[in-house]
């Protein structure tokens, strides 16, 4: 290395193989330049769900959590983008659950009155007779609702033969309404699921209930992978598979993402995704839980509509403890569909007049039913308005009178 002195400045002339080694000194450039990367802007797991042309099965645990974590202005706010993009804003489809079988359950679900483990002061009772089940389907479609849901209170259905037979019936009745059949009726096999099929079953409710890590903590005496296996099984015999939760059993926001990822990672989304709000049923351990924190069921619902958009979401139990507000938050969110009527299988329910009235005020109308319902005559086509939906209803009455 040599110093030299000029009458303009002071220098230091480098060799070429020493060069190499030193940083540059000066500003001015000399040879080739160095380009620096370009760094490359990640695209949030939010915006990825606004993007997406159509559902995908290939979540992450992290994108959801990421998701769900998102500010809650902003998460209802991409929520409503998304549903407006796969489903007609505004429209909401009522269902009707009725318990077809009520309680003398053996499984141990912690926050179940049908249980036999638990005192719950509810009496085991046998199936109800068909025609009372279609009677029951016959006054929900008079008020609007256009599927019309079973539940039996029982583990599976093995040995149950002329249960299966009269379920069948009533699958096929509510069908020839022009309405939407729905049963759950705890596990069943590939071939019980065919013969649902063959009777023109619409969907099969079975829920995962929770995150697959914190299910054992709300029951034992049936397995997450068993859940999964009917889901499996019902999907195969080609009927809609209707799989959600339960918020409120003492989780945590983890085990919302967890049963979220459930879902949205099955090898195709479930046709409905009920999201139910704990009951606490006196006598249950989980009798005296405490009420979930709003804000979560909100989150759960936004989640859920970014990662599965073509879902239809069932705001289900516990929604007569929301104000009309919060309800409408949940409709804004993702929600477009509730339970409605006299009952939900052992707990209280908004009636269908309440909901009419609401619904009115909001602006919003009853959804065309999603299906291969026949629509042979006008009475299978859905009403314009809840307020026709009222107007047939009373009509009715005052004929019957």
């Given at each position: 290395?040599?110093?030299?002195?000029?009458?303009?400045?002071?220098g230091?002339?480098?060799?070429?193989?020493?060069?190499?080694?030193?940083?540059?000194l000066f500003?001015?450039?000399?040879?080739?330049?160095?380009?620096?990367?370009?760094?490359t802007?990640?695209?949030?797991?939010?915006?990825q769900?606004?993007?997406?042309?159509?559902?995908?099965?290939?979540?992450?645990?992290?994108?959801?959590?990421?998701?769900?974590?998102?500010?809650?202005?902003?998460?209802?706010?991409?929520?409503?983008?998304?549903?407006?993009?796969?489903?007609?804003?505004?429209?909401?489809?009522?269902?009707?659950?009725?318990?077809?079988?009520?309680?003398?359950?053996?499984?141990?679900?912690?926050?179940?009155?049908?249980?036999?483990?638990?005192?719950?002061?509810?009496?085991?009772?046998k199936?109800?007779?068909?025609?009372?089940?279609?009677e029951?389907?016959?006054?929900?479609k008079?008020?609007?609702s256009?599927?019309?849901?079973?539940?039996?209170?029982?583990?599976?259905?093995?040995?149950?033969?002329?249960?299966?037979?009269?379920?069948?019936?009533?699958?096929?009745?509510?069908?020839e309404?022009g309405?939407?059949?729905?049963?759950?009726?705890?596990?069943?096999?590939?071939?019980?699921?065919?013969?649902?099929?063959?009777?023109?079953?619409?969907?099969y409710?079975?829920?995962?209930?929770?995150?697959?890590?914190?299910?054992?903590?709300?029951?034992?005496?049936?397995?997450?992978?068993?859940?999964?296996?009917?889901?499996?099984?019902?999907?195969?015999?080609?009927?809609?598979?209707?799989?959600?939760?339960?918020?409120g059993?003492?989780?945590?926001?983890?085990?919302?993402?967890?049963?979220?990822f459930?879902?949205?990672?099955?090898?195709?989304?479930?046709?409905?995704?009920?999201?139910?709000?704990?009951?606490?049923i006196?006598?249950?351990p989980?009798?005296?839980?405490?009420?979930?924190p709003?804000?979560?069921?909100?989150?759960?619902?936004?989640?859920?509509?970014?990662?599965?958009?073509?879902t239809?979401?069932?705001?289900?139990?516990?929604?007569?403890?929301?104000?009309?507000?919060?309800?409408?938050?949940?409709?804004?969110?993702?929600?477009?569909?509730?339970?409605?009527?006299?009952?939900?299988?052992?707990?209280?329910?908004?009636?269908?007049?309440?909901?009419?009235?609401?619904?009115e005020?909001?602006?919003?109308?009853?959804m065309?039913?999603?299906?291969d319902?026949?629509?042979?005559?006008?009475?299978?086509?859905?009403?314009?308005?809840?307020?026709?939906?009222?107007?047939?209803?009373?009509?009715?009455?005052?004929?019957?009178?």
């Amino acid at each position: 290395m040599t110093l030299f002195v000029s009458s303009s400045r002071l220098g230091v002339r480098l060799s070429r193989s020493t060069a190499a080694l030193r940083p540059r000194l000066f500003s001015t450039v000399h040879g080739d330049p160095i380009i620096a990367p370009i760094p490359t802007t990640r695209i949030s797991a939010v915006q990825q769900a606004l993007n997406a042309p159509g559902p995908r099965t290939g979540w992450t645990k992290d994108e959801i959590a990421e998701i769900y974590n998102t500010p809650l202005f902003e998460l209802q706010y991409a929520a409503a983008t998304v549903h407006r993009r796969f489903h007609a804003p505004g429209a909401i489809q009522l269902c009707t659950l009725m318990n077809i079988k009520t309680g003398g359950c053996s499984e141990d679900c912690s926050y179940c009155a049908q249980s036999t483990r638990y005192n719950t002061g509810l009496k085991a009772e046998k199936m109800a007779n068909v025609e009372s089940v279609l009677e029951a389907a016959r006054i929900a479609k008079a008020n609007g609702s256009s599927r019309f849901c079973m539940g039996a209170a029982w583990r599976d259905m093995r040995g149950r033969k002329t249960s299966l037979k009269n379920i069948k019936a009533m699958v096929e009745g509510v069908r020839e309404m022009g309405m939407e059949a729905c049963v759950t009726l705890g596990m069943i096999d590939a071939s019980q699921a065919q013969e649902l099929k063959n009777a023109g079953l619409t969907a099969y409710n079975h829920n995962v209930d929770t995150s697959r890590e914190y299910y054992p903590n709300v029951i034992t005496t049936r397995s997450y992978d068993e859940r999964l296996a009917t889901i499996d099984n019902v999907r195969k015999a080609g009927i809609n598979v209707c799989s959600g939760g339960i918020l409120g059993l003492g989780e945590e926001p983890k085990d919302h993402i967890g049963m979220i990822f459930t879902v949205a990672t099955m090898p195709s989304h479930p046709e409905s995704f009920p999201v139910n709000a704990l009951v606490p049923i006196k006598g249950t351990p989980l009798g005296e839980s405490k009420p979930l924190p709003f804000d979560a069921i909100v989150r759960t619902i936004a989640t859920a509509r970014l990662v599965i958009p073509k879902t239809i979401i069932r705001l289900a139990a516990g929604r007569n403890t929301m104000t009309e507000e919060q309800q409408m938050l949940c409709f804004t969110s993702g929600a477009n569909a509730v339970f409605t009527g006299e009952k939900m299988l052992t707990t209280d329910c908004n009636g269908w007049d309440e909901d009419k009235e609401m619904f009115e005020r909001w602006g919003l109308r009853p959804m065309a039913s999603q299906h291969d319902v026949p629509t042979s005559n006008l009475e299978n086509v859905a009403p314009n308005s809840f307020q026709d939906i009222r107007k047939t209803t009373q009509e009715g009455a005052r004929a019957a009178a």
